[in-house]
């Protein structure tokens, strides 16, 4: 699966490279949400974890869906130009008409763009919605009910954590890493006015394909879709915390003229860092004949970047139940795959670190 962007008849002046300090934020918050899906950051994160008052770590816990593996377009620049602190950017949300609000929160809270067909202004479609983000899982469930009963009390409470944090420990991080992502965005900036659009939008990626007769380029994903730059603008933003990921955001707002859209936005890693791993050679063996069957790297594709149920993976893989849970016990076996219950289901997710860890690991043993 993978994301095409078509850039075909893209005038340089729709593509801006700038930072985005609540982009930047959210990405912070994914990391608190997901600390074992970034190895690098683990020791980091438990530290703002336990230095946050309590309300502020409940509301981090409370509001995670937000910035989840598909995290929400409100905290991605909603238009090409208009940098600004974090306040300016805060303003944006809060002005942001509510029904969009509802919407932009609501496709994110859910988690799955191609399945998000519920008009929230409508009560029984409503009720359905809160009902399909309870079965995801509970924490979805309880933030849905949420946002339909009173969006605007979820938009302050969302700001007041955005505030909170500045306050308690983004704020001297991001004086730290504004200066490197303000210099990756200048050297993207520069690539834009002297290189074609495909070449300098590829290099943001290690797995990207580039066309430039085709002028596309292609990001493996767990998505499938094409996504059309011309006319809608393109905002690139670097991100310190962001990495590994590459995201692309093309969400379209329902109601508004093509023209009003907002920008496509890629948030890209604006440098690159390798994990390290202590397994031995025999477990590293071990792990690499497990993921050679094409059905247990399927799940850990899933897995990698959110928890899920053995239901929502055979309905995600096309598996039947039984195939996903001996696959997943063949995981739990070598170490790869953690099982837990979380109210009334059992989630399964990645152990990020030793999964990071097999091509170190391979490497040093191989060294020493």
């Not at 509301?59 to 130009?81: H, I, K, M, Q």
């Not at 496709?107 to 809160?130: I, K, T, Y």
């Not at 997943?328 to 170490?335: A, I, K, M």
Request: proline share 6%; with cysteine; aromatic share 4%.
């Amino acid at each position: 699966m993978s994301v095409l962007l078509r850039l075909h008849g893209v005038r340089p002046a729709e593509v801006t490279a700038r930072c985005s300090v609540v982009a930047e934020l959210m990405a912070c918050l994914h990391v608190l949400a997901e600390p074992e899906h970034h190895p690098d950051r683990t020791a980091w994160a438990r530290r703002v974890i336990a230095d946050l008052p309590a309300p502020a770590a409940a509301d981090c816990v409370a509001l995670a869906p937000l910035w989840a593996r598909f995290r929400t377009r409100l905290l991605l620049p909603l238009e090409s130009g208009g940098a600004g602190d974090l306040d300016a950017e805060l303003g944006r949300i809060s002005e942001l008409d509510l029904g969009e609000f509802v919407q932009m929160a609501g496709m994110a809270v859910f988690g799955l763009r191609q399945n998000f067909r519920w008009p929230l202004d409508d009560a029984a479609s409503a009720q359905e919605f809160v009902r399909a983000c309870a079965e995801r899982s509970t924490r979805r469930g309880v933030l849905a009910a949420e946002l339909v009963a009173d969006p605007e009390r979820l938009r302050g409470r969302l700001i007041g954590l955005l505030l909170g944090a500045s306050e308690t420990f983004f704020g001297a991080l991001w004086q730290r890493v504004r200066p490197s992502l303000e210099r990756s965005a200048e050297r993207v900036g520069a690539s834009l006015r002297t290189e074609p659009l495909p070449l300098v939008i590829g290099s943001l990626a290690a797995n990207s394909v580039i066309d430039v007769a085709e002028h596309t380029v292609e990001f493996s994903k767990l998505q499938q879709s094409a996504v059309s730059v011309r006319g809608r603008g393109l905002v690139l933003v670097p991100s310190h915390f962001g990495r590994p990921h590459l995201l692309v955001k093309d969400d379209k707002v329902k109601g508004r003229p093509p023209q009003l859209q907002p920008p496509v936005v890629v948030q890209y890693p604006a440098e690159q860092h390798g994990p390290r791993g202590a397994d031995t050679l025999d477990k590293i063996r071990e792990r690499l004949l497990v993921l050679t069957d094409a059905g247990r790297l399927e799940i850990c594709r899933h897995l990698i970047n959110e928890q899920c149920t053995t239901t929502e993976l055979a309905w995600r893989t096309g598996m039947t139940q039984p195939q996903v849970s001996r696959h997943l016990r063949r995981l739990r076996e070598v170490g790869l795959v953690e099982s837990a219950r979380h109210g009334r289901t059992v989630q399964h997710r990645i152990q990020t670190s030793r999964l990071y860890g097999i091509g170190y690991d391979l490497v040093a043993g191989i060294v020493g």
